[in-house]
Structures are given as C-alpha cells and as structure tokens.
C-alpha cells in the first residue's frame, strides 16, 4: 500500500424519506423499499467524514425538511452568481455560432468552477469550518478549509489563473485549503484525492501558490506559503513517497542540473517541470522581498528569500539548457554526460516525456528569453514553432507500447505536432505573440476554438475543467502563458462585451492587443473587442 495513502477515513451517511418504506440491506448497501403504488419520492441525504452525528446536522442544517423545488432554486442562484462573475453582456450578433460558443463557454466556466471539491463542514457544536484530514495518519479532525480532488499537472495551467482573475476569494479559500495539507501532513500534495497520491511528476503545487502569492490574493498566512515552497525546493522527499510529495530525484536534479535518461522514462518532462516550479518559487520569493506588510513580521527572512531566489533561478537556467540538444533544436533525453540518447525520435512518445513528445515539452513559457538564447534569436524560435505546426501529425508509441487515447486526438485535430487534446501545449499557441508575431496566434487559437470545441464534445482531456478554462480565457482574449508571473497575453475577444467582476483584484500586467477599460465607478473589468468578427479576427495588423 502506498504509505502515503491513508485508509483512515469512513463516509458517514444519514438519509431520510418523505414516503413510508422499509429498509432492506444487503452487505454495505442499504436501500429503501417502496410501496407497488408509489412513483415519486423524496430522499435525502448528508454525508460527513467526521462523525454520524455530524452527518445528520449537515443534513438538517443545509436541507432540513425544504421541499425539492427550494433545494433547486437554491442551488441555481448559487450557480449563476458565480457564471454571472464573467458576464458576456453583448456577444454581438446572434448566430448559430455565436449561439453555440456561448454554450461551449458558460459550460467550460461550469466545469472549470467544479474543482478542487471542499472537504471540510461547519461543526455541530460551534458552527466554526473544520475538517477531517487525510493528510494526517490519525485521521485527526483540525480547523479551517481543506479541498481535494484536484491534479496540480494539468489545472495549474488555465484553471488557477481563472480563479486568480474572476474568483480571487474563492482561490485565497483554496489556497488555505491546500496550505492545512501541508502544515497537517508535511507537504503540499503533488496530486489529492483525497489525501497524498503518487501520480504524475512535478510539483505544480508550488506554482499555485506562488501565483496566489504574487497576485496578492488574501485569505491565507504568507509565512506558511514560503515554508511550504522551500520545503518542496530543497528537501529531498522519503524514497517510498514516489511523486506524491516533493521532487523525486532532487538530489540528482540538484547536483547533475537535469534527470539523466537512465532508467528514468520521465527525465526530461520531470527535470523542466521541476525547473517550472523553481521558477515560480524564485518568483514568489522575489515579490516577498519588497511586500513591506509580510516584511514587518518576518524581515529575518529577507537574506534567505534572496539567497533561495537565486540558487532557484540558478537550477532551471541549468535544467532547460542541460535538456537542450542544439543538433535538434528540441529537447531530448540524455546521459549523464549530455549526450543525447542515440535512439531519440521527436515524435516518440514516452522515453523522457509524460504523455506526449519532444515537441510537446520544448517550449517552456517560463525560459521564454533562455529559448531564444539557445536558438540564438527571436526568428530562428520562431521558425522552429512554424516547424511544429507545420510537420505531420505522426507519433511513435515509444515506452507506452500502445496508442494511447492522447495519440490519436492529436492525430486526429492534425494541427502538426501541436496537441490540444493535452495540457502540456496548451501555451505554444500564445508564444507567437510573445515573440512578436500575434496574429498567429490569433488565427491559431481561433482554429482551435471552431474545430477542438463542441456543445456535446472537447478535443481531449478535460482534467478538472482545465480544457474548459481553456476555451473561457482564450475567447476573454486573457491567456496567462506563465503562472507564478502577473502576466496574461492578449489576443481577440471571441465576444463584443464582456465584464469581469474583479472586485479587490490586482492590476495586469499585459500586452496591449485588445481594448480594456475599468469602471471608473465600480470594480468591473471591461473586456471590448473592436470591429472583430468571424473573419477580422486580427486586433492589428
């Protein structure tokens, strides 16, 4: 059993009917049995991971003996309180496409809103949130927030920066959330459900948190978050903990500046993905040294947070160039000496790469200016990026020894070697405006939005609403291509008028493609796309 994995807890259930019936058991099931005659009824149920007494005051206290209706209007007024966050007041003219985006968009706000799921409940004597902690092997109950169900690999990428942009209490309550793992277990999960769990690589954990921080979201103890960054960029994690806490291989990614191929068929995605979290942690730290109000009770730090910003910056320049084959113009597996693998094949997948290829995890948005010192400019970047959309959309199965499903949905949107249907591309599109040619990027991340997006379909994974978070900030014309920086890029809102509601938010820092404006009265964010239609998609020339 993983040891990181507690089997400590029991779902607590009470239920009550409006019907008269009989209960029939059978093994763990309980069921209730009907009279032939009925055919509507009513049940209710309240679950708790603390106790049977604590389930049965969830019950009452959230359902009591409201009728169904009550339940559901409820229910619906919560929902489209938090759809209406980002409201599309004028999606210009009324087409069936306009009509279908709108659906595509408010149900990828849905599903991006679905998670990370709360575990904690309001107690039945105090009132007061706390929780059942599966992070703790006594199964010990604690106070304040705790949410689970989430995967840091895939949700760090779009659907963080959409919290962080339209939802900033709600992420500080997150945030909280996953610092009470951390203080409760030792470390931020890699990936929870509901506790610890080994899969994956990286620790996209910090890159959350580091985000938080440097978006100055409020709600959680800034301290707690820098211990819980160092702990994960300087300690070597317990050897049977695999990838469920910590950075597995720190010691060999610390000391050789990258994981070497040998027996590792993870090397290079886990030496830049931990290179990603160095990034963001150095980021974090670096906004830490000049916030005079966390400086006042902890100025101690201040020569530390310097010192661990620059080893952090230090190893990822190393990991991105050590992962670097100047032969390719990729990155590839390599031996300790850095020699590349004889029997590297870009489009094979596995045998350094998780879930995809070379191609696929090149271009780290965080090495933007380190790429373009590799490549040696901004245009031979940028032509290695034509090249990518360009080639065909052939794949190798490599150390999967099989198709896999993220094979053939790239194979299948046949954009080159551009795979939307998996989270680690879902940035190259946007890199084009970053190195200066946006409308490429606008014509891209157009295509994309009429042929990988339908009402009843995604071109791939929808990890925790990641795919749909997606689509949300690239019809808003917001795409944050780096997480742990203030950042997001601009391109062509798919909707003539949309508002944000940013109440108590930060200030963007973005490229001016697209016209903003602020209420000068309110907190609302103007988003106005100006003579853009289905076909003048470019916001200038």
Known sequence: MDRLHFENFHLFITTKTDKSATIERHGSSICYHYGSK????????GTSLISQAQSK????????????EEIQEETQLIWNKLLNRVNIVDPGEITSDVSKNLMIFYTGLYRALM???RLDEKDLKTGQIVHFSPYDSGGKVYPGSLVTDNGFWDTFRTVYPLLGLAYRSELGFII??????YK???????WASPGYRNCMVGTYADVVVADAIIKDIKGFDLEVARSALKKDAFNEPPGYAGSAIGKEGLREYSQNGFMAASGNTESVSRSLDFGFADFATARAYDYLETNQEYLLQNRNHLDELREDSKKLDSR?????ESCFSQTHGLMAPKSRERSVVPSFDPVEWGNGFVEGNSWHHSFPPYALKKLIELYGSEKKLLAKLHELMSVTSDFRVGSYHQEIHEMTEMRTLAMGQYGHNNQPSHHILYLFALLGEKEYTEQYVREVINRGYGVDFYAGDEDNG???AWFVLSALGLFSTTPGTPDYVLNTPLFKHVVIDRSNNYNLVTQNYAKLNNDPVGNDFHIIAMNADSLNIHTTK
């Open 57 to 68: 005051y969830n019950l009452e206290s959230e359902v009591g003996n409201r009728p169904f």
């Open 466 to 468: 990641e795919q749909g």
């Open 316 to 320: 990822w320049n190393r990991a991105v």
């Open 184 to 190: 409760e277990g030792g470390w931020l999960p890699s």
């Open 115 to 117: 998670f990370p799921r």
């Open 38 to 45: 009925e055919r509507v009824v009513l049940v209710s149920i």
């Open 176 to 181: 909280e959330g996953w610092l009470n793992a």
